[in-house]
C-alpha cells in the first residue's frame, strides 16, 4: 500500500486466540449432534430461568449498596436508596433476555465467587452461542414441558439432556434433583434408545467424571450405557466452549464405548465357558500328558502349563466367534463411529487419567513380587534382584535354567549373568553415541516419571553362580535365605523339582557356613587376607556383596543381601537376552591409522 511516495507495510491481522477455539467448539458440538442424529439440547437447571433470576439479582445489587461498587457501573448508585432500588428493577424489566445474563454475569464476576460462577456461567451463556441448538428450562419449567418433549423423541430426532444436580434457586416441591430426573428418562424403554443424557455439575472435579458417574449409576440405578457426568469446572478458563465440547464428545461417546466392551465382553465370556469346557473334555490320559508329565519332563511348572493351554484354546475360541460376519459388523460400526466422532477438534483437551492403562502393561510387561515369589516362582530369564543398594536382571538361557526332575539343570549348568539396571534422565540417554548405545538397552517401565528411563548396562556384566539366587524360590519374601537346621525342604506348595534342588543347596550353603565358623575361631593377626576367600569364594564370584553378616550368631541361619523384586516377561527379557549375547559376540577392528 502506497502513500504519496511512501509505501506501507500491510497490517498483520490478529487472531483472537479464544475466539478462534470457541468457533471451533462450537463448530464441534453441531457435529457431535448431527452425527448421533441429535436434534438439540436441553439443559434444565435452576439459574436457566431468567425470570426466577431476578430475585437473585436485586438481592446480590441491595447487598453492595453501601459499597458501591463502580465496576458495576449499569446503576446509579449515589440514588437515594428507594429511587435506587426501583432503578436496579427498571434495569432488568427494560433489558432482554440476553441482556439479563450479561448483567447477571457481570455482577457474578465482580464477586469473583468461583464456586458460584461455575456453576452459573454455563446456562447463562450458552444460549447467546448454540441459539436454536440448545433448550434452557428450569425445574419447574422441565416439569411443564416435559410430556411434550419426550413425545417428540424419534430415532432420527434424539435429544441430548443435561441435568444439574441440584436445584437450590428453585427447588421443585418434592425435592427431587437432576439425578432423579435423568433417572425418569433413562428408565423409560419407550424413549430411552431415542436420548442420551448427563449430569452438568459444578460438584465434582473434571478428573472425578468417571467415577462419579459410576457412583450415580450405582446409587440411582441408572443405565450407564446412556449417561454421563460433566463437570462445570471446565469452565474456569476464560475460553469455556472447548471444556464443554469435550464434554459433549465424552457424553455421546459412552453409549458406543459400552456397546463395544458389551460386545468384547460377551466374545471373551463365549470363550472362557467354551475352554473350561473343553479342558473338561480332555480325556484323564490327556490331561496328565499335557499338565503333569510333559511339565515334570521340561521341568516347567504345571501351572505355567495350564495357564498356557487355557490361553491357546480360549484365543482359538474367541477367533471362531469372530468368524460371522454380523459380529464383526457390529464391533466395526461402533469403532466406527467412536472414530467419527473422536476425529472432530474440539480445541479444547480432556486430562486423560491412565492409572488403569499403566497398571494393565505393567501386569503385561512385568510378574510383581507378591505373585512371582509366594507362589515360588522357578528361577527364569529375566528375574530382577535386590543386591545390597543395586538393581540388577539375571540373563540366562531359558532352558540352561530351567530345572529337570532330578533338581538338576541340564549338563550340570549353573551359570548366568547379572547385568546392572539404572535409571537415567533421557535426555542423556538422547545425547549418547553410537558406540554407547551398542552396550545397553532400554527396559520397559511405565511407572516411570516422563523424563527418566530405565537402561541395562550390558557392560557391566559378570558372570554368576545361580545358586544364591535359587534361594529366593523358597522363600515369601523373596530374600536369598535358608534355614541350614532343614536339610529337606517339606512344603507341599513347592514343585518336586525344586525340592530335590533345595538338598544341593543345602549341602553348599552348609559347607559355606563351616567356611565362616572356621573363619571366626582363626586368631591369627592376618587373618584378613582370607577375608575375601571366606566370604565371597566361589559361590558368590561376580557378585558385588558384603556377606560379613550373613550368618545368624546360632549358625543356623543365612541371609543375604539379595531379594527378588519382579520378573521382567517374554518377549521382553528374550528380546534383552538376545540383544546381550549380540554385545558378546560383537566384532573388533584395528583403529584407523588414516585418520
Not at 458501591?68 to 446509579?76: A, H, R, V
Request: charged content about 30%; some cysteine; overall charge neutral.
Amino acid at each position: 500500500m502506497k502513500t504519496g511516495n511512501k509505501e506501507e507495510a500491510p497490517v498483520a491481522m490478529v487472531v483472537d486466540p479464544t475466539a478462534k477455539n470457541e468457533a471451533q467448539a462450537k463448530t464441534a458440538i453441531l457435529n457431535f449432534l448431527t452425527q448421533l442424529k441429535v436434534q438439540k439440547i436441553i439443559y434444565v437447571d435452576d439459574r436457566c430461568s431468567i425470570n426466577e433470576l431476578k430475585e437473585a439479582y436485586i438481592g446480590k445489587l441491595k447487598a453492595h449498596y453501601d459499597n458501591k461498587p463502580q465496576e458495576l457501573d449499569f446503576i446509579d448508585w449515589e440514588l437515594a436508596k428507594p429511587v435506587f432500588e426501583r432503578g436496579i428493577n427498571k434495569a432488568w424489566d427494560d433489558k432482554d433476555d440476553e441482556q439479563r445474563r450479561e448483567l447477571f454475569l457481570r455482577i457474578l464476576t465482580f464477586e469473583n465467587n468461583s464456586e458460584e460462577l461455575e456453576n452459573s456461567v454455563a446456562p447463562l451463556k450458552l444460549k447467546d452461542i448454540l441459539k436454536d441448538k440448545i433448550d434452557l428450562l428450569s425445574p419447574t419449567e422441565w416439569v411443564a414441558s416435559k410430556n411434550n418433549i419426550t413425545a417428540a423423541l424419534t430415532a432420527d430426532a434424539k435429544v441430548l439432556f443435561l441435568f444439574d444436580i441440584e436445584f437450590g434457586n428453585v427447588p421443585l416441591p418434592d425435592n427431587r434433583d437432576g439425578r432423579d430426573l435423568a433417572v425418569e428418562l433413562l428408565q423409560d424403554t419407550a424413549i430411552s434408545n431415542f436420548l442420551y443424557c448427563g449430569i452438568f455439575s459444578h460438584l465434582f472435579n473434571i478428573s472425578e467424571e468417571y467415577d462419579k458417574r459410576g457412583e450415580y449409576c450405582r446409587s440411582h440405578g441408572l443405565d450407564k450405557e446412556r449417561f454421563y457426568t460433566i463437570s462445570k469446572k471446565r469452565f474456569q478458563n476464560s475460553s469455556y466452549l472447548p471444556g464443554l465440547a469435550e464434554g459433549i464428545r465424552n457424553t455421546l461417546l459412552i453409549n458406543e464405548v459400552e456397546l463395544l466392551k458389551k460386545e468384547a465382553s460377551k466374545v471373551l465370556r463365549s470363550s472362557f465357558a467354551k475352554s473350561i469346557n473343553e479342558i473338561n473334555l480332555l480325556t484323564p490320559d490327556s490331561f496328565n500328558h499335557i499338565i503333569q508329565r510333559s511339565s515334570k519332563e521340561e521341568g516347567v511348572w504345571e501351572m505355567n502349563t495350564l495357564i498356557r493351554i487355557s490361553n491357546i484354546i480360549t484365543s482359538h475360541k474367541a477367533l471362531t466367534s469372530l468368524i460371522p460376519a454380523q459380529r464383526r459388523r457390529r464391533i466395526n460400526q461402533s469403532l466406527e463411529k467412536i472414530r467419527q466422532v473422536e476425529k472432530i477438534k474440539t480445541g479444547g483437551e480432556t486430562p486423560v487419567d491412565k492409572t488403569q492403562v499403566v497398571s494393565l502393561r505393567t501386569k503385561e510387561l512385568y510378574i510383581e513380587s507378591n505373585i512371582l515369589n509366594q507362589l515360588h516362582y522357578p528361577l527364569s530369564n529375566g528375574d530382577i534382584f535386590k543386591i545390597q543398594d543395586k538393581e540388577y536382571l539375571l540373563l540366562v538361557q531359558p532352558c540352561n535354567v530351567a530345572l529337570r526332575s532330578n533338581g538338576i539343570r541340564d549338563r550340570k549348568y549353573n551359570l548366568g549373568f547379572l547385568i546392572e539396571l539404572e535409571t537415567i534422565k533421557r535426555d542423556v540417554y538422547y545425547q549418547y553415541k553410537k558406540g554407547q548405545l551398542a552396550t545397553l538397552d532400554v527396559i520397559e517401565d511405565v511407572l516411570l516419571p516422563a523424563e527418566s528411563i530405565k537402561i541395562a548396562r550390558f557392560s557391566t556384566f559378570q558372570s554368576i553362580s545361580l545358586s544364591p539366587l535359587d534361594l529366593a524360590v523358597f522363600n515369601n519374601d523373596g530374600v536369598s535365605r535358608i534355614n541350614l537346621s532343614e536339610a529337606e525342604n517339606q512344603s507341599m506348595i513347592i514343585q518336586e523339582s525344586w525340592k530335590k534342588r533345595y538338598k544341593f543347596l543345602h549341602k553348599e550353603f552348609l559347607e559355606f557356613s563351616e567356611g565362616i565358623k572356621t573363619y571366626k575361631k582363626i586368631r591369627i593377626a592376618k587373618k584378613d587376607v582370607l577375608k575375601n576367600a571366606v566370604f565371597q569364594g566361589p559361590l558368590f564370584s561376580g557378585y558385588k556383596i558384603n556377606n560379613e553378616n550373613a550368618l545368624s550368631r546360632s549358625g543356623k541361619l543365612i541371609e543375604f543381601s539379595i531379594i527378588r523384586l519382579s520378573h521382567y516377561r517374554s518377549p521382553y527379557s528374550d528380546d534383552l537376552l538376545q540383544k546381550f549375547m549380540q554385545y558378546l559376540s560383537r566384532n573388533a577392528f584395528d583403529h584407523d591409522f588414516s585418520n
